[in-house]
């Protein structure tokens, strides 16, 4: 089991950027297949955006792509979403999550709030 600690949420205008981190607590990052899903008030969680265990493959949910970057740093262990151009339904709050083998581990959230 991996613990995640998401952040970089916050209050932004539509048009503005933010960028999210999810920093794991294991010595084995690269081992873990991982990705975003966000949650708005009164709806289901949704998928935006994985990414492969070396980096190399990423996928968007359509509404995110060409505003939305996901990486990652195995040195610092940590995973990013660089989110621009921002829309009011972007809000929600952001989960990170890591998959190895036989288990999907989730962070607790951040909160990202986009003003029209």
């Known amino acids: 089991q991996v613990q995640l600690v998401e952040s970089g949420g916050g209050l932004v205008q539509a048009g503005g950027s933010l960028r999210l981190s999810c920093t794991a607590s294991?010595?084995?990052?690269?081992?873990?297949?991982m990705g975003w899903f966000r949650q708005a008030p009164g709806k289901d969680r949704e998928f935006v955006a994985r990414?492969?265990?070396?980096?190399?493959?990423?996928s968007y949910t359509d509404s995110v792509k060409g505003r939305f970057t996901i990486s990652r740093d195995s040195v610092q262990n940590t995973m990013y979403l660089q989110m621009n151009a921002l829309k009011p339904e972007d809000t929600a709050v952001y989960y990170c999550y890591a998959d190895s083998r036989d288990s999907r581990d989730w962070g607790r959230g951040t909160q990202v709030t986009v003003s029209s």
């Open positions: 990414i492969s265990k070396s980096g190399g493959y990423t």
């Open positions: 294991t010595r084995t990052f690269s081992s873990y297949f």
